[in-house]
């Protein structure tokens, strides 16, 4: 029982953690031997990222309201715009269905535990950890924006990195016909 709370402590706490932490996408094609020990993660290539043009419009308007914001969510906010601004935008209708997007249910797996989990990445307001409902100012959601399955992402948590490997995109509302999530 002390392991499954411990779990779900470590989980909560990747979900609080600063989004200015340290983050890098890991190519899904040249990741072999970087996540069996075999190569230096310090070497790893970051990959560019993919977001929709609607999604990058709502998170914009998400920036520009940061005006009455603390201290820690003004460097939230930091932590996505500069996933923002490495981003290629395409049309919400010509996103390739593997990519997460806003308002998507992902399937993750930390690399080094085995344990896999699915999160929605969802706007600051419908954020609810209990519900699996993930913030994209969260540092797992600032990271995972935009990636695809196959992916790594490696984030700075309380207790050291972590690496989620981004399994499967079960749900996207683009692929569903419902982008306007």
């Known amino acids: 029982m002390n392991k499954k709370v411990n779990s779900l402590e470590k989980r909560k706490n990747a979900m609080r953690t600063?989004?200015?932490?340290?983050?890098r996408v890991l190519n899904g094609e040249d990741q072999g031997s970087k996540l069996d020990g075999g190569g230096s993660m310090d070497r790893c290539d970051i990959r560019e990222?993919?977001?929709?043009?609607?999604?990058?419009?709502?998170?914009r308007g998400l920036l520009g309201s940061a005006n009455g914001w603390n201290a820690r969510d003004k460097e939230h906010l930091e932590g996505l715009k500069v996933e923002l601004n490495r981003a290629t935008v395409v049309p919400s209708d010509s996103i390739p269905p593997d990519v997460v997007t806003m308002n998507s249910e992902v399937l993750l797996t930390?690399?080094?535990t085995k344990e896999s989990m699915v999160w929605w990445l969802v706007f600051p307001?419908?954020?609810?950890?209990?519900q699996r409902k993930v913030s994209i100012l969260a540092p797992i959601g600032t990271a995972i924006i935009g990636c695809r399955v196959g992916d790594v992402v490696e984030l700075e948590v309380p207790s050291g990195k972590t690496r989620l490997k981004i399994d499967a995109v079960t749900f996207q509302p683009e692929a569903a016909g419902r982008s306007l999530l």
Request: proline fraction near 4%; aromatic fraction near 0%; charge should be negative.
């Open 125 to 130: 307001q419908n954020a609810d950890i209990d």
């Open 18 to 23: 600063p989004s200015s932490a340290s983050v």
């Open 110 to 112: 930390n690399v080094d």
């Open 49 to 59: 990222i993919v977001i929709t043009d609607t999604d990058l419009k709502r998170l």
